[in-house]
């Protein structure tokens, strides 16, 4: 019997040590697979690769500003004559046309010119009578030349007078007898309205509207005076606004405002950029960015949406083939818009993930 035993006993011995290597090998081959992560197919579509270069470092330098209108472009209108308004055919923010109908205005001042301007006829009608009469009779010879000649002469300065209210009635572009339109006098958009039907136009009206054709923008940057060192005239900046915080516009410094403004407590600067699609709306508030740049400091920059941020660290995703990726803490130097300056193991023209660093940050952390 005990040598029945003993060939049982050495089977179930091997069978446990084939067991054991079998296992061994799977676990082995369990944890080469959960040490490196490899991306997938749709992860390779939309993931971005970036180089790491050496830049200079350039910072920037975010100040506040309101957009404002042109006001070497603005038109502000205010009658010349007295009145109340009958029509008005324009509201604030309409764009107009040279030459446009804004409004109509009964004027006694209106009323009293074409009144002349009757007169003014009769009295010509009366000379060119007497004119002719005087002529036959200096042909009988009844009276002298002079008295003719005065004649003609009092019939000229009628016609002349006859001109000047024509002149006058044209310039406050009168029709009828008693009223006189307001045409736009540029192309542009309605940015002030103070007028309205019924209302009274004195000589102490303030404007009746103004007109802005808003293809150039002013934007007034607060300049503070810890600030005013880097600020000069010339330098280039970049505008975005609240409303369009995507689009940016480029633009430079053009005028340096030598005031503090005692209510804000800032010196202005100006920008002047062209408003083609007029996003620019006067009054939005924006942020005006300005480059730094550090003379002779060169770093590692890469694109911020590279750059991850856990537990009050900063990481990039190095990228050295398709299951060779792994995550390398950094030191941030300087940042701007587009970059950022940081100091690491990275070597020049490694390779880094741009878009989805955060998603591939998490597999890894939990691998």
Same mark, same amino acid.
């Given at each position: 019997?005990?040598?029945?035993?003993?060939?049982?006993?050495?089977?179930?011995?091997?069978?446990?040590?084939?067991?054991?290597v079998s296992n061994h090998e799977q676990q082995k081959t369990q944890t080469?697979?959960?040490?490196?992560?490899?991306?997938?197919?749709?992860?390779?579509?939309?993931?971005?690769?970036?180089?790491?270069?050496?830049?200079?470092?350039?910072?920037?330098?975010?100040?506040?500003?309101?957009?404002?209108?042109?006001?070497?472009?603005?038109?502000?209108?205010?009658?010349?004559?007295?009145?109340?308004?009958? $029509?008005?055919?324009?509201? @604030?923010?309409d764009q107009v046309k040279k030459g446009q109908v804004l409004a109509e205005?009964?004027?006694?001042?209106?009323?009293?010119?074409?009144?002349?301007?009757?007169?003014?006829?009769?009295? #010509?009608?009366?000379?060119?009578? @007497?004119?002719?009469?005087?002529?036959?009779?200096?042909?009988?010879?009844?009276?002298?030349?002079?008295?003719?000649?005065?004649?003609?002469?009092?019939?000229?300065?009628?016609?002349?007078?006859?001109?000047?209210?024509?002149?006058?009635?044209?310039?406050?572009?009168?029709?009828?007898?008693?009223?006189?339109?307001?045409?736009?006098?540029?192309?542009?958009?309605?940015?002030? $309205?103070?007028?309205?039907?019924?209302?009274?136009?004195?000589?102490?009206?303030?404007?009746?509207?103004?007109?802005?054709?808003?293809?150039?923008?002013?934007?007034?940057?607060?300049?503070?005076? *810890?600030?005013?060192?880097?600020?000069?005239?010339?330098?280039?900046?970049?505008?975005?606004? #609240?409303?369009?915080?995507?689009?940016?516009?480029?633009?430079?410094?053009?005028?340096?405002?030598?005031?503090?403004?005692?209510?804000?407590?800032?010196?202005?600067?100006?920008?002047?950029?062209?408003?083609?699609?007029?996003? @620019?709306?006067?009054?939005?508030?924006?942020?005006?960015?300005?480059?730094?740049?550090?003379?002779?400091?060169?770093?590692?920059?890469?694109?911020?949406?590279?750059?991850?941020?856990?537990?009050?660290?900063?990481?990039?995703?190095?990228? *050295?083939?398709?299951?060779?990726?792994?995550?390398?803490?950094?030191?941030?130097?300087?940042?701007?818009?587009?970059?950022?300056?940081?100091?690491?193991?990275?070597?020049?023209?490694?390779?880094?993930?741009? *878009?989805?660093?955060?998603?591939?940050?998490?597999? @890894?952390?939990? $691998?």
């Open positions: 019997m005990k040598f029945q035993v003993f060939p049982i006993v050495i089977t179930i011995f091997l069978i446990c040590c084939s067991g054991c080469d697979e959960a040490e490196f992560f490899c991306l997938n197919e749709q992860m390779k579509r939309t993931t971005d690769l970036v180089e790491v270069n050496v830049r200079p470092i350039v910072e920037q330098l975010s100040l506040s500003g309101k957009i404002a209108y042109n006001e070497n472009d603005l038109v502000s209108f205010r009658s010349l004559l007295m009145g109340v308004v009958e $029509k008005v055919r324009f509201e @604030l923010g205005i009964k004027s006694t001042e209106i009323q009293a010119l074409f009144q002349q301007k009757k007169s003014q006829n009769n009295q #010509i009608l009366l000379l060119e009578r @007497l004119l002719h009469t005087q002529k036959t009779l200096l042909k009988d010879g009844m009276i002298s030349e002079p008295e003719m000649l005065k004649v003609e002469h009092d019939l000229e300065l009628a016609r002349i007078e006859l001109s000047r209210i024509d002149q006058s009635l044209e310039l406050y572009h009168a029709i009828g007898e008693s009223i006189f339109q307001v045409l736009a006098p540029k192309d542009g958009y309605i940015i002030q $309205k103070d007028i309205s039907p019924g209302q009274i136009i004195t000589q102490d009206s303030e404007s009746l509207f103004t007109i802005s054709n808003l293809k150039e923008v002013w934007v007034m940057v607060n300049v503070y005076a *810890s600030n005013l060192k880097y600020i000069a005239t010339g330098n280039q900046v970049k505008v975005r606004t #609240i409303a369009y915080p995507d689009q940016i516009y480029n633009g430079k410094i053009d005028k340096i405002y030598n005031v503090f403004d005692a209510d804000e407590h800032v010196m202005k600067a100006r920008v002047i950029l062209e408003n083609r699609n007029l996003n @620019l709306m006067p009054g939005l508030s924006a942020d005006i960015l300005f480059e730094i740049e550090r003379k002779n400091e060169m770093a590692l920059a890469v694109p911020n949406k590279s750059l991850v941020f856990s537990n009050n660290e900063n990481f990039i995703i190095v990228y *050295s083939g398709e299951c060779k990726i792994e995550c390398q803490k950094v030191e941030i130097l300087a940042k701007n818009e587009e970059f950022t300056y940081i100091s690491g193991k990275l070597q020049p023209n490694q390779k880094v993930i741009g *878009s989805n660093a955060l998603l591939i940050f998490e597999q @890894l952390r939990n $691998k």
